[in-house]
């Protein structure tokens, strides 16, 4: 064995030192990752992979899946605190959206084992209670025993207590228990510890109030009397049952705005401008805790200006009506603002050469769009989908074949409407079921006959004789008029429908006083008051001895004195020096109906922007005739009545005009079923489109009218075919009226 000297131990040593240190630095280099490098793919982890997969799944509105997929999250770890309860939320929200209550239940538990002081929020708190109320299947103890032990805690902070009590308010409203409703709210009132609480509380309480259906609410009223209506909450009652009464019965509106400012000066409430508020603006918008569903795709909510357009024609035929409608707008963003209220408005000339162009580069946050009111623009947007991601309100009576309510809505009343009104009036309130039809023999006339049959019919009337006529051959029309009158005037009918412009009517009507036939009630199309405003009466004067018993619809009332049309005709007065009219009451109403409305997402489910339309038009104070809206969208709109004198149109009063007609029946005159009309033209039920039974003009007879005169109660009718024909046809049924004459563009379409 050979020992190694200390010498040629250190060179060995150093020799070795020198290789790892080689080693050691290259290794080191190997394992040095570079800069922007890793060494590792790291990637998102799993539960930030599920949380953007169950967000999703929420965001576009599908709870099943979204409810499934929160379940999971909120049990895995690299949560945060804030994650974690979001994703509590939104599982057990998914399953009250689903239904799903005792899943609710035991979501809440799960919820309140994670975060033991979740259960003083007001989301939690509701969950809960409308999950019980919802299981009771009608009986709400459950409910209610929870949130009156929820009152009796002083651990709870203020937004929630009032939540508890408006929600208990409401149970016990349906449970006809008015006293304990109103006790409880009151109580809950008193101990709010701030103003703002209070202004929240009461905000909270209209809202429930609007939400409660007509037999819940009724109990309520009882609690109300000239005392305690000054009171809270029964200033909140008194003032919900006159929106009420002032949506059952429009001649109320007017009265409305003066009883909310009369509460809100006397009432003993923290927020004297919450009336005003909801005349303005609507229920929906003042701050409410619910459980809605969010909206699906919808950005953060809006502040400031509400942003709405309107597409008018501006130039070419129809540029009177929609410089009218703009005025319209014009005067709705004046009141707006002087109320505090600003609103941004883009008015669109959809006769210009850029309208597409203008139309396409419109601001995408703009949602809630007025116009078209031409039926071949809205066609050609239509086709072009150019109204896609907007909520159109059409200035149309009809949409052709777009699905309303769905794809676009309408903010226009129809020929529906129109023959609704006049059947209502005859049939329901007049008790008169035999009626007749003289129409002329054109489209517009063949529509509205048709339509008015439909309308009689529904109301249990009958349409029993049916006349057409030539509308381009007055010599005629007295041959018509005298085959649907028997001897002496008399009817087996007691009112008959016109549906003709007034230039022609005025040389048809008095046929029937020259036959005696005086005892009938005149229904007349809205057509008639284009011709019956108060300037064209006074360049041609009627004969109103004619018309004593003739009523038509119109959709704008010149007299009416509500504070709202007082306002449209202040600021349209200061503008313009003139009086409004329909389409100026159109812009106008059209503009503080968006308002009213709030922004709207377009990509929302439809039903619940029908929702929205309906509630909105429930409430609000229209200047032209109120429109509604049903639970599919459709709109109608109720109709004013209108008498023809000497100063224009009049609106009837419904219980006066028929003293006149019975006093006018009783002198004389022969009401239906007295009469065989074997001897004359006998007409059995109307089978619809000019198809049926119809006595059509001929020749006039020889010697059928006495010395060949024209009828001696007009003094200017003549007998020939020299009086005047319409220059213009009426418009076709969902037209507007074309702009030729001076006369055209009131109330009409």
Not at 325 to 333: K, L
Request: proline share 6%; net charge neutral.
């Amino acid at each position: 064995m050979r020992w190694v000297g200390r010498r040629e131990n250190i060179t060995v040593f150093r020799g070795v030192v020198a290789i790892c240190a080689v080693l050691l630095l290259f290794g080191c280099t190997m394992m040095v990752p570079k800069p922007g490098t890793s060494s590792k793919a790291t990637g998102p982890s799993p539960a930030s992979q599920l949380n953007e997969e169950a967000s999703r799944a929420w965001n576009n509105g599908d709870y099943a899946q979204s409810e499934i997929l929160y379940s999971k999250l909120v049990s895995m770890a690299g949560l945060s605190a804030s994650q974690r309860n979001q994703g509590f939320e939104r599982m057990v929200k998914s399953a009250y959206f689903l239904e799903r209550y005792e899943a609710v239940l035991k979501g809440l538990d799960r919820w309140k084992n994670f975060n033991p002081d979740i259960w003083r929020q007001p989301v939690w708190l509701l969950l809960h209670a409308k999950s019980l109320e919802a299981m009771g299947r009608g009986q709400s103890f459950e409910a209610e025993s929870y949130l009156s032990e929820v009152l009796t805690r002083n651990d709870v902070p203020a937004d929630t207590a009032a939540i508890a009590a408006v929600e208990l308010f409401s149970l016990f409203a349906k449970g006809k228990n008015p006293a304990g409703a109103v006790t409880v709210v009151r109580d809950a009132y008193t101990r709010m510890p701030t103003t703002e609480d209070k202004v929240r509380m009461e905000a909270w309480l209209a809202r429930t109030l609007d939400g409660l259906d007509s037999s819940a609410f009724s109990s309520l009223e009882t609690m109300v009397n000239e005392q305690s209506r000054f009171e809270f909450p029964q200033a909140l009652i008194a003032f919900e049952q006159a929106r009420r009464l002032a949506r059952d019965y429009p001649e109320k509106r007017g009265e409305l705005r003066q009883y909310a400012q009369l509460l809100a000066s006397q009432g003993n409430i923290a927020d004297r401008t919450l009336f005003i508020k909801i005349l303005d603006g609507g229920v929906a918008n003042l701050p409410f805790y619910g459980l809605e569903k969010p909206k699906a795709m919808a950005g953060a909510k809006k502040h400031g200006a509400l942003k709405t357009a309107v597409i008018l024609p501006l130039g070419g035929a129809f540029r009177e009506l929609g410089g009218k409608v703009q005025a319209g707008v014009a005067a709705a963003e004046k009141v707006l603002q002087q109320n505090g209220t600003p609103v941004q408005v883009t008015i669109i000339d959809s006769t210009a050469p850029d309208f597409n162009q203008t139309l396409a580069s419109l601001d995408p946050t703009i949602h809630v769009v007025g116009g078209p009111m031409h039926k071949q623009t809205f066609g050609d947007l239509v086709k072009a989908g150019a109204l896609s991601g907007r909520v159109p309100l059409c200035f149309l009576p009809s949409l052709a074949d777009v699905t309303e309510g769905s794809q676009a809505w309408r903010f226009f009343g129809s020929p529906e409407d129109e023959v609704a009104a006049l059947a209502e009036l005859a049939v329901k309130d007049y008790r008169l079921t035999r009626l007749a039809v003289l129409r002329p023999s054109d489209r517009y006339g063949t529509t509205m006959a048709d339509l008015f049959v439909k309308a009689v019919r529904s109301r249990g009337g009958e349409v029993v004789m049916t006349g057409s006529y030539d509308p381009n051959n007055p010599a005629s029309w007295r041959s018509v008029v005298e085959n649907m009158v028997g001897e002496n005037g008399q009817t087996n009918y007691d009112a008959v429908f016109v549906p003709d412009a007034w230039d022609r009517i005025d040389g048809i009507v008095p046929y029937f006083f020259y036959f005696n036939a005086n005892h009938l009630l005149f229904l007349g199309p809205r057509l008639w008051s284009q011709a019956l405003t108060r300037a064209a009466v006074a360049k041609r004067p009627i004969d109103v001895n004619h018309y004593r018993l003739a009523v038509f619809p119109g959709a704008y009332n010149p007299q009416s004195n509500t504070m709202e049309s007082a306002a449209l005709k202040s600021a349209y007065m200061e503008q313009t020096g003139g009086e409004p009219d329909f389409w100026v009451a159109l812009g106008y109403d059209y503009l503080r109906f968006a308002v009213a409305l709030g922004d709207i997402d377009p990509m929302s489910p439809r039903d619940r922007i029908n929702a929205r339309l309906a509630e909105t038009a429930s409430h609000f104070q229209w200047t032209m005739a109120p429109l509604q809206y049903d639970t599919s969208g459709l709109a109608s709109q109720q109709m004013f009545l209108f008498r023809p004198s000497v100063e224009g149109m009049k609106e009837i009063n419904k219980d006066g005009f028929y003293r006149r007609l019975e006093t006018i029946r009783g002198q004389g005159a022969f009401p239906a079923g007295n009469l065989d009309m074997s001897t004359r033209q006998s007409a059995p039920e109307y089978s619809g489109g000019g198809n049926g039974v119809s006595v059509v003009a001929s020749p006039p007879a020889s010697g059928a009218m006495e010395h060949g005169a024209a009828p001696p109660v007009s003094t200017s009718l003549p007998a020939t075919s020299s009086t005047p024909a319409m220059v213009n046809e009426p418009p076709a049924v969902n037209e507007p009226p074309t702009m030729s004459t001076g006369s055209q563009g009131t109330d009409g379409y």
